[in-house]
């Protein structure tokens, strides 16, 4: 697709200022409606009945007392989800995780729907539900599901000419590693094992569906992708896209977790089924049991390096698990797991592989902080080892511009080195340390995406601005896309009204992950905000009756070139958008992109603990995140992104864990068990901003929504390791897990 | 079930509604009185998006059955504003960027408001214990947290003026 997308180093006004938001007063005041908010006249609630094992043969369901209980308007289970799939295999997978078919595959796995007048009918009319279940031997622990004599997942996966969980093996490297480690001084090795997390977002699943017998529908849904969602939606149910109107609800945060259909089409079925509304909310437990965690991994990972402190090898092993169904976490995992360094010899092997566990969903940079936990972790010991600071370290084996990734592409201009530079320089790494408190830092990187963008700009005759997009607001980029389209335009920021569209009102938009919302709405608002002032440099000239070329815009008005041309002023956005009427009609720009060229993000994080030796609880007492934006368009929002992820990766690092027990049941599908940070637990978490522009995009940005879920893992386990006097690799590093470590070491003198 | 008829004050209007005696507060106020402001984010007292004021007690309001706030008063995050005032705090979240999602915001501003009513001081130890019993899971706390100092000058400020 040809289009301007060179940095053009151009100076900004009101990009890098920081307005209050424009949903900001709906958003104190309890006004901006979620996905749990909306009603509909004559709406059902739903419930789903879950699998309370973790693998089991459905051999028969009796929905018939429920069906005959007064106030039940619609029961369904999987009979009424027939497979229109025609082999798309990933859409089956999805179909199947909505609702079990002849299995359960994990502890939560939906088997049936009740759709009634009210909650408490729904409730009631799933407990007359019977299934009659045939219960199977399980695994949900990634090593074990490896081995040859472990319970099969899935039995049309095959590795090695057998059935196996191994869904996947991928490779990624250059170079000879044998060659490399001969050539080093020193080697380490090292294994590391991470639990499974959450993404943990506030508000739970929950949509509203109509569907009537003209085969028309609507979906109100909280999600990061309202396209995606139709897409998949229609397909699953067989029904016509364009009939399928899909509205993004405000979103309670996302994190990957809502990429993902869980429900929605259980939702449609039950009201295409009675032909009223349906509600459908997931509790808390079903959230945990049954939507979005990210993989559990173990992770082997060997250096080598010089004693001048080159690194001559590095390879690493991955097994991360996807929950029952394939998906490419493990080789996400191995291509993240070098990216951060200039490597002539390194290889990655990940095994994606399958457990009866909730299908894993993407979390924030996904798979990247469990292989940078493993990697991280081992960079500080081979520092250590070899009597070298582990920043100099990093800085002497940092990629740059012209690095070959270990994942394949070259490098153009990245922000490692200046991450490191800037780390090294910050006051944080020069504080005092107490006693039991210890200092880690650590690197990451994310690739970030870019995909297929559309939006709109119109200009109202009084000169507003309705920017429409498709990407959704999940942090506040109404915000940073009204400060473009004002850049752009000339226009002050209180201007723009920017505001998110429905499936029906603009172009297809990818799903909103991959930290692509500011980097391809925001390319594509620059380019509609041309197109439009193209319409209105031509409505000037038509006016001054002069050649198109001789008009160029410049602050927020069309300017008359030349000095044959000197006697005409400037004619303002506003004085030709009332004019428009009479001009040629609607003044509009638009622009469908596919937003190629996002570039690569690295952050560099420092961490500062405090362990009590005695109970093995830790404190993170100081926090600093450094990281490349390519350029901040609004830096409150970056910088409130480069905190959040900071505050998941500690949350990771020490408490957050699913624990499954010998049944396969999961134990703590609670906020009560399953222990996110307060704010009592943290500090506050600093920030630094680098700006080394993306060449490829207009304005130099690059996403900067997940990388810094990336670094926390191994920063805080550097830290912990440090305070601790003993090298953690288990995350979450709790208190009886730390406490264990220190008991060991000392046990061992 | 028969219904349980209760009579209440709520942001300042007297309200009746008729509600199972099962049902929570939280409930009453999305599904019955279209309260739909306090959100529940997980229906166990363990995230606090739910919260109100009952008779001044800050509670989550999923805790609390509705038949329970027969002759009280809820304050809830729909009566924050006084008009088109709004709160310091609303203020301050909003200029401060306290809020990605928002999700969580409701909840935050009710429990700051309810800190600020009885300590307009407070430090930032005490921030950050009297909003322990909200998660958010978007800031990582720290402009919530400079938002609610700020918001507390400002009330400060405001107490001072009547004072004089």
């Not at chain 1, 040629?584 to 638009?590: D, F, L, N, S, V």
Request: proline share 5%; net charge neutral; glycine share 10%.
């Amino acid at each position: 697709m040809a289009h301007d997308t060179s940095f053009t180093n151009q100076e900004f006004k009101i990009i890098g200022t920081r307005p209050e938001r424009p949903d900001g007063v709906d958003k104190v005041t309890g006004r901006a409606r979620y996905g749990a908010d909306a009603s509909a006249p004559g709406q059902l609630i739903a419930r789903i009945l879950r699998s309370p094992h973790a693998h089991a043969t459905i051999r028969k369901i009796d929905t018939s007392k429920a069906e005959k209980l007064k106030g039940v308007k619609a029961v369904l289970t999987s009979k009424d989800l027939p497979d229109l799939t025609n082999g798309n295999q990933g859409n089956f997978d999805i179909l199947e995780n909505c609702m079990a078919r002849d299995r359960a595959l994990y502890d939560g796995h939906a088997v049936a729907a009740v759709a009634a007048i009210d909650e408490d009918t729904a409730k009631k009319a799933l407990k007359l539900i019977k299934v009659d279940y045939k219960i199977l031997p399980h695994v949900t622990d990634v090593d074990l599901a490896m081995q040859d004599d472990a319970p099969i997942v899935q039995p049309r996966i095959r590795h090695n000419d057998a059935p196996s969980n191994i869904a996947q093996v991928s490779e990624f490297g250059h170079g000879d590693v044998d060659e490399g480690f001969e050539k080093a001084d020193v080697i380490i090795e090292k294994s590391y094992k991470t639990e499974q997390t959450h993404q943990g977002y506030i508000e739970p699943h929950a949509c509203l569906a109509t569907v009537g017998p003209d085969g028309q529908g609507e979906l109100w849904v909280t999600t990061q992708g309202h396209y995606t969602f139709r897409n998949i939606c229609a397909s699953l149910l067989g029904m016509e896209l364009a009939k399928l109107k899909v509205t993004s609800s405000e979103i309670g945060g996302g994190f990957g977790g809502k990429t993902h259909v869980w429900m929605e089409p259980v939702a449609l079925a039950l009201s295409r089924k009675v032909n009223r509304p349906v509600k459908l909310v997931m509790s808390r437990n079903e959230v945990f049991r049954a939507s979005g965690p990210t993989c559990s991994t173990s992770v082997d990972v060997k250096i080598g390096a010089k004693k001048n402190g080159t690194i001559t090898a590095a390879s690493a092993t991955l097994r991360y698990q996807d929950g029952p169904f394939p998906a490419i976490w493990g080789m996400l995992g191995a291509m993240t797991s070098w990216a951060c360094y200039d490597l002539k010899n390194v290889k990655s092997k990940a095994y994606d592989v399958l457990v009866n566990r909730p299908k894993v969903a993407a979390y924030r940079a996904p798979s990247a902080p469990m292989a940078a936990f493993a990697v991280e972790s081992t960079i500080d010991l081979v520092a250590a080892e070899i009597g070298m600071d582990p920043v100099e370290f990093r800085i002497k084996n940092a990629a740059k511009k012209g690095t070959r990734a270990s994942y394949g592409p070259t490098y153009g201009p990245i922000g490692i080195g200046p991450t490191l530079q800037a780390v090294k320089k910050h006051p944080h790494m020069r504080a005092k340390l107490g006693p039991n408190q210890g200092r880690g830092m650590a690197c990451g990187f994310w690739f970030n995406f870019g995909g297929q963008t559309c939006t709109d700009l119109n200009i109202g005759v009084d000169g507003t601005i309705n920017l429409t997009i498709g990407t959704v607001d999940v942090g506040g980029s109404r915000a940073s896309m009204s400060l473009i389209a004002a850049e752009e335009l000339g226009i002050p920021y209180d201007q723009i009204k920017c505001n998110v569209a429905d499936t029906s009102s603009l172009g297809h938009n990818d799903t909103t992950e991959g930290s692509r919302g500011t980097f391809s709405s925001g390319m594509a608002t620059i380019f509609a905000a041309r197109d439009a002032i193209k319409v209105m440099c031509e409505r000037a000239a038509k006016e001054w009756e002069i050649d198109v070329k001789d008009v160029e815009w410049k602050d927020g008005s069309a300017v008359a070139k030349g000095v044959r041309n000197s006697n005409l002023a400037p004619m303002t956005l506003k004085e030709i958008a009332a004019k428009s009427g009479a001009t040629g009609g609607p003044i509009a720009g638009h622009n469908e992109v596919v937003a190629d060229g996002a570039g690569v993000s690295f952050a560099s994080h420092i961490c500062d603990v405090e362990v009590d030796p005695e109970t093995g609880g830790t404190k993170v007492i100081r926090y600093t995140v450094i990281q490349d934006a390519g350029k901040a368009i609004h830096p409150d929002y970056v910088e409130g992104q480069f905190q959040g992820g900071a505050a998941q990766g500690i949350g990771w690092a020490l408490n957050e864990e699913y624990v499954y027990g010998e049944d396969g049941r999961l134990q703590n599908p609670s906020f009560l068990d399953y222990r996110m940070p307060v704010c009592s637990d943290l500090p506050s978490i600093d920030t630094e901003i680098l700006e080394i522009p993306n060449p490829d995009h207009p304005y130099g940005i690059r996403g900067v929504g997940e990388t810094s879920i990336v670094p926390p893992l191994a920063a805080v386990g550097n830290a912990v390791s440090m305070a601790a006097g003993v090298r953690m690799n288990h995350v979450p590093m709790s208190p009886p897990r730390i406490l264990k470590a220190i008991k060991e070491k000392q046990a061992q003198g | 079930m028969a219904g349980v008829h209760v009579s209440t004050t709520i942001n300042g209007d007297a309200t009746e509604f008729v509600c199972h005696p099962a049902e929570t507060l939280l409930d009453v106020l999305r599904d019955r009185l279209g309260l739909t402001g306090s959100k529940e984010g997980c229906g166990t007292g363990d995230c606090g998006a739910c919260s109100v004021t009952v008779d001044g007690q800050l509670v989550c309001s999923c805790l609390v059955l509705g038949a329970e706030v027969s002759g009280a008063t809820v304050d809830t995050i729909e009566g924050m504003a006084v008009g088109n005032k709004l709160h310091p705090l609303q203020e301050r979240f909003i200029e401060h960027a306290a809020l990605q999602c928002g999700v969580c915001t409701p909840g935050f501003l009710v429990a700051g408001k309810a800190l600020l009513d009885r300590n307009p001081n407070p430090t930032e130890e005490e921030i950050r214990y009297a909003l322990a019993g909200n998660l958010c899971r978007c800031t990582g706390y720290d402009k919530i947290v400079t938002a609610v100092s700020a918001a507390a000058k400002d009330v400060r400020k405001q107490q001072n003026r009547k004072k004089r």
